[in-house]
């Protein structure tokens, strides 16, 4: 997220988007305005104007560039061909997908987003079906859709709460939904 994370100077542009991330971050996405942006980039408030004009072009390009970020961590390290590689990915990404408290509230400031305005849920719809695409390589649709949503809810529990399912409750919960849609 930061220029700190990689060697190449970033553009204006790409400064501006990153900066915008932080803001949302800090302050949430209706606090997000030229001047805060600009501010976080260090850049003059005109730069800001002339590469990112519409607020809410920012706000949408940021987030575009927020999802296609944390897709990447979504997307498993190596091949999976066995319900047991799947689990075991599962448990990895659980573990792994936030960074940091900022990359959590990005999560869930796109969620709120979503519910709000058409085209952040086609955002948020999208990177659900390439979560899915990448469950179904291994299960049939129904069980994906079922490992996908105990995947969410685990993101969010380790992310929003006290107690968070620890890693061999995860797997047995996990187990258990293909156990029964191997029965069913």
């Known amino acids: 997220m930061s220029q700190s994370e990689n060697t190449t100077p970033l553009s204006t542009r790409d400064a501006l988007l990153e900066a915008t991330l932080r803001v949302i971050a800090k302050e949430g996405m209706r606090a997000v305005t030229h001047r805060k942006v600009a501010a976080e980039a260090g850049v003059s408030l005109s730069a800001t104007s002339y590469h990112l004009s519409n607020i809410q072009n ?45 990359d959590i509230v990005l999560m869930y400031e796109l969620y709120a987003q979503a519910a709000r305005d058409p085209r952040y849920f086609q955002l948020v719809s999208e990177w659900s079906a390439s979560t899915q695409r990448s469950i179904r390589r291994v299960f049939d649709p129904a069980t994906s859709l ?39």
């Open 146 to 184: 079922k490992l996908e949503s105990l995947l969410e809810g685990f993101i969010f529990l380790r992310a929003l709460t006290e107690h968070p399912m620890d890693i061999e409750t995860m797997r047995t919960a996990l187990n258990e939904i293909i156990a029964a849609s191997r029965a069913g």
């Open 58 to 102: 920012i706000l949408y390009e940021s987030m575009e560039r927020y999802v296609t970020s944390a897709r990447e961590r979504y997307e498993p390290s190596q091949r999976i061909d066995t319900p047991e590689q799947m689990v075991e990915a599962i448990i990895t990404l659980v573990l792994n997908i936030h960074r940091d408290q900022d």
